[in-house]
């Protein structure tokens, strides 16, 4: 294993590829390139890749949410019932953000509030939970948020520090191999 990073072509392995950093528009142009599938997350994209690198069938996950499953639009009200599989929409978003302010966002807890839903929750339901997860202090950041990861990390190392010096610090840190990488 090489302690550079490598190009990425055919000659790659898949232990190879998972031990370095790639943003996700660089791994959708190899999958392109390899003639894979190049939609999704990063998550899923390093596992096709891997997948073909190494000769393996890979089995695409079930969908989440069916295409043909409902979903809300037009006029709104906290009565309205939330329809299972139901997205976090740009309707959705301007209706909360109408309701409760600039603050709103789809941030973890809203998003699996969504996923849970099985058909029996209402706009207020989604609205007063939203309120009963704010001020619970820094949220966890899900593992395909590198970077998020790293910038409060580092923001917790180096309060007040120039936001030149943490992207500094995270080109310093994407360029090293996983197993060199240690707290910030």
């Given amino acids: 294993m090489s302690d550079e990073r490598p190009a990425l072509d055919r000659g790659i392995s898949g ?6 950093y790639w943003r996700k528009d660089e791994l959708a142009g190899f999958a392109r390139q390899l003639g ?21 069938e890979f089995a695409e996950p ?15 009200g906290p009565e309205t019932v939330i329809p ?9 978003r301007a209706w909360f953000s ?9 941030d973890a807890e809203m998003r699996a509030f969504f996923v849970g839903t099985d058909g029996t929750q209402t706009l207020q339901d989604a609205l007063d ?20 990861r790293f910038t409060r990390a580092w ?7 120039p936001r030149e010096e943490l992207l ?15 707290r910030i």
């Fill in 15 to 20: 232990a190879e590829l998972q031990r370095w």
């Fill in 36 to 56: 894979v599938r190049a939609t999704g997350g990063k998550d899923l994209l390093t596992r096709r890749i891997v997948a073909f690198l190494d000769g393996v």
């Fill in 62 to 76: 079930a969908p989440r949410h069916s295409s043909g499953s409902a979903q809300l639009s037009g006029c709104l």
């Fill in 84 to 92: 299972r599989g139901q997205r976090c929409s740009q309707v959705l």
């Fill in 98 to 106: 109408e309701r409760l302010g600039s603050a709103f966002h789809f």
């Fill in 129 to 148: 939970h939203w309120r009963a997860t704010r001020g619970q202090g820094a949220q966890s950041i899900g593992e395909q948020f590198e970077f998020n």
């Fill in 155 to 161: 923001h917790e190392t180096h309060p007040g520090g």
């Fill in 168 to 182: 500094a610090a995270w080109r310093d840190y994407r360029a090293r191999p996983v197993e060199e990488r240690g």
